[in-house]
């Protein structure tokens, strides 16, 4: 196309082409759990997908979920029985907690002393309410963990750990040797924070672990209890005050036993919940949802109780990736971290600043120069051109011999005669000047 506006067209395409390539060549990241060379996923081939995996011939619908991600499993056996984009990784929440207990009950014994301190009272987000040199059990800090998920006793329960970054560092090499390989934990409390991601796959798998564990399990189905107040004057007895808990499907749904609740801004409503009923054990994970993602939870369970013996497992919580075959291979790259409804969020992997503002000044200097070139063409495609075949060329020299042997008119003398006027010309008042002879009529 040519002219001005194919220029331009042209112009915007390649500098569109050349930006759209390069954030591309700076953002991308792997797109499924597995090894993509082998085709194989943790948890089985049938869950490297984003979308809906399901195999229950016979059964009811699935109830409508907004979820971006979610997982129902048996808790027991490990079988998946349905999912939507498993292995997404999105924004844990406070669901990231169940981690934090699973690393740091181990450690911890429920009867010993910790005295709060002002960077654990001063936790963002929900608290129980540590008071500042008060003293507290770990039992009753796992216990303001679950009931009221206070952010300030994952605080205090870090510290008293070792601190906040051998703790986090313990909570990743749990997730590791569990075989949650898409949790990457930056904080005990799960706040928003760059780089801090789960999926729903791991957290049901973290969750079967976790519940194993009787003192797990016993706090994630405790509904109320008391806890200590501030510190009393000398003499006094020290009071509390009843918390409870915040998990309502735990509070409202038949055989619930747990297990937690998350909700931040970003990561919006995460939940994982977990029942049993006639005989079975169930456990359902849902990721970036509503306020009420225990109401999706809670389809979700009643639907696996009910259509269990008809819905076959689509994978396994069993954390070894696993062929078609059922032969173990080896770990391989992660999923894409996912920020919302799908969107690939930034996980720290990509290229370092120090390397993108080079190759960003680059594609720059690229599209500059394109601009220029393609300006170039266009100038030189508007000049005039001459004549270029054989027959134009004699066409040119015929007329300029004959324009050159015209007779030239010889000057004249004479005056100037005023042209007649037209029939519908009006008379030219006396004031008129022409132009021409620059005489005043």
């Known amino acids: 196309m040519r002219g001005g506006n194919g220029s331009d067209m042209s112009s915007r395409t390649v500098l569109a082409v050349l930006t759209g390539t390069l954030l591309c060549s700076l953002t991308a990241t792997p797109a499924s759990a597995g090894d993509e060379g082998t085709g194989t996923t943790v948890g089985g081939e049938l869950l490297a997908t984003e979308g809906l995996v399901l195999d229950a011939p016979g059964a009811a619908p699935l109830p409508r979920t907004g979820a971006a991600s979610w997982v129902l499993a048996?808790?027991?056996?490990?079988?998946?029985?349905?999912?939507?984009?498993?292995?997404?990784?999105?924004?844990?929440?406070?669901?990231?907690?169940?981690?934090?207990?699973?690393?740091?009950?181990?450690?911890?014994?429920?009867?010993?002393?910790?005295?709060?301190?002002?960077?654990?009272?001063?936790a963002v987000g929900s608290r129980v309410g540590l008071v500042p040199d008060a003293t507290y059990t770990a039992h009753n800090l796992f216990e303001a963990l679950f009931l009221v998920s206070g952010n300030d006793a994952a605080s205090a329960l870090a510290n008293a750990a070792g601190g906040h970054a051998p703790t986090v560092e313990l909570m990743n090499t749990t997730a590791r040797d569990l075989g949650a390989l898409g949790t990457t934990a930056v904080n005990p409390s799960g706040?928003?924070?760059?780089?801090?991601?789960?999926?729903?796959?791991?957290?049901?798998?973290?969750?079967?672990?976790?519940m194993a564990r009787e003192d797990f399990r016993s706090y994630a189905s405790t509904v109320k209890s008391a806890f200590p107040g501030k510190m009393p004057r000398v003499g006094r007895n020290r009071k509390s005050f009843e918390i409870y808990t915040q998990d309502r499907l735990l509070l409202n749904y038949r055989g619930a036993i747990g297990v937690k609740t998350g909700w931040t801004t970003k990561a919006r409503g995460t939940f994982v919940g977990a029942a049993t009923r006639n005989g079975r054990t169930l456990v359902a994970t849902v990721m970036h949802t509503d306020f009420d993602a225990w109401r999706e939870a809670a389809a979700l369970l009643?639907?696996?109780?009910?259509?269990?013996?008809?819905?076959?497992?689509?994978?396994?919580?069993?954390?070894?990736?696993?062929?078609?075959?059922?032969?173990?291979?080896?770990?391989?790259?992660?999923?894409?971290?996912?920020?919302?409804?799908?969107?690939?969020?930034?996980?720290?992997?990509?290229?370092?600043?120090?390397?993108?503002?080079?190759?960003?000044?680059?594609?720059?200097?690229?599209?500059?120069?394109?601009?220029?070139?393609?300006?170039?063409?266009?100038?030189?495609?508007?000049?005039?051109?001459?004549?270029?075949?054989?027959?134009?060329?004699?066409?040119?020299?015929?007329?300029?011999?004959?324009?050159?042997a015209a007779p030239t008119p010889a000057p004249s003398n004479a005056p100037r005669q005023r042209p007649l006027r037209g029939p519908d010309e009006p008379a030219s008042s006396p004031s008129t000047s022409s132009t021409s002879t620059g005489t005043a009529w």
């Open 74 to 122: 048996d808790l027991e056996t490990g079988e998946v029985l349905a999912a939507s984009n498993p292995h997404g990784r999105v924004r844990p929440a406070s669901t990231l907690k169940i981690l934090t207990a699973l690393a740091l009950l181990p450690r911890l014994e429920p009867g010993a002393a910790y005295t709060a301190q002002w960077e654990d009272a001063n």
């Open 191 to 210: 706040l928003d924070a760059p780089g801090q991601y789960t999926s729903a796959y791991d957290l049901s798998l973290l969750t079967r672990a976790a």
């Open 302 to 404: 009643t639907w696996g109780f009910r259509n269990a013996g008809t819905a076959r497992p689509v994978g396994t919580l069993d954390p070894t990736p696993v062929t078609a075959a059922g032969l173990p291979v080896a770990e391989g790259p992660q999923p894409a971290a996912r920020d919302g409804a799908g969107t690939p969020a930034d996980d720290g992997r990509g290229l370092p600043w120090f390397l993108q503002v080079p190759v960003v000044l680059l594609g720059v200097l690229v599209a500059l120069r394109a601009r220029v070139l393609l300006r170039r063409r266009l100038q030189r495609s508007r000049r005039p051109r001459g004549p270029s075949t054989p027959a134009q060329l004699r066409d040119l020299r015929r007329l300029t011999a004959v324009a050159a």
